[in-house]
């Protein structure tokens, strides 16, 4: 845990799980051992991380969004062991809206967006804004969160350029201080 991390009511974080500076877990939240939560994260009400979801730093974890790790899951005699687990990783900056879903073995890219309610089932690449079921591309938005036009620029001054993967990076500040 942290230094500066805060810890609400009815949470539960397991032994071996990794959580950074200055985050904050919120009520009910439950953080499985395999889990790493980097720096500056919110974890909203109701969220439970489980092994081997990765959180990178600066991320945000609307309330109730719900990670998965396998995508066959069975109890009893069929139940999988955890090497068969499939990790998720979400990248810096990124925002998961509330009651979004996110199926294992997924990337969520740098200051990708999910909405709320989405259902992630495939990778977003970054500053990508995604909704709907199954998650589709809807637009891009800038690193502050506001979504981006056809020119790739933001009213915060910062300029993006496609990427042949998909997604956008960042490609310098414009005229406006950021």
């Known amino acids: 845990m942290g230094v500066g991390t805060r810890v609400w009511a009815f949470a539960h974080v397991m032994k071996g799980a990794t959580i950074g500076d200055r985050c904050n877990i919120g009520?009910?939240?439950?953080?499985?051992?395999?889990?790493?939560i980097g720096n500056d994260v919110t974890v909203k009400n109701g969220v439970a991380v489980w092994d081997l979801v990765t959180v990178e730093d600066d991320v945000f974890l609307g309330p109730a969004c719900v990670f998965t790790n396998d995508l066959r899951p069975r109890s009893?005699?069929?139940?999988?062991?955890?090497?068969?687990?499939?990790?998720?990783?979400?990248?810096?900056?990124?925002?998961?809206?509330?009651?979004?879903?996110?199926?294992c073995g997924r990337d969520v890219g740098e200051y990708a967006m999910i909405a709320a309610g989405a259902v992630v089932t495939a990778d977003v690449p970054p500053h990508t804004l995604v909704a709907g079921v199954p998650a589709r591309r809807i637009g891009h938005v800038c690193a502050c969160g506001e979504p981006l036009g056809r020119l790739l620029r933001c009213?915060?001054?910062?300029r993006y350029r496609r990427l042949r993967r998909?997604?956008?990076?960042?490609?310098?500040?414009g005229t406006k201080s950021s």
């Open 76 to 103: 009893g005699r069929f139940k999988r062991p955890a090497s068969r687990f499939e990790p998720t990783t979400i990248r810096r900056g990124a925002t998961v809206g509330a009651n979004a879903t996110i199926l």
């Open 155 to 158: 009213r915060c001054g910062r």
């Open 27 to 36: 009520e009910g939240v439950f953080v499985e051992s395999g889990a790493v």
């Open 166 to 173: 998909g997604g956008l990076a960042r490609t310098g500040e």
